[in-house]
């Protein structure tokens, strides 16, 4: 295995935990800091799809320069 291919499982395997988080959300998840205040969510959601875009992103420029 080379390191772009490591770099690229691991940017995946992100993306993978990343979804579930949105999909958590979806269904109606609520996180809290650890002093119990509520995370707002609408906020969370969009950070959380920004992230999979640029992800999204850095896979595709990876997929590209190992193939």
Not at 6 to 31: F, K, N, P, S, W
Not at 37 to 61: F, G, H, N, Q
């Amino acid at each position: 295995m080379t390191a772009p291919d490591t770099e690229l499982d691991r940017l995946t395997a992100r993306r993978v935990i990343i979804l579930y988080r949105l999909e958590m959300i979806a269904q109606g998840a609520q996180l809290t800091y650890e002093d119990g205040t509520p995370i707002d969510m609408a906020s969370e959601k969009a950070r959380l799809e920004d992230v999979v875009a640029d992800l999204d992103r850095r896979i595709e420029t990876l997929t590209r320069t190992v193939n």
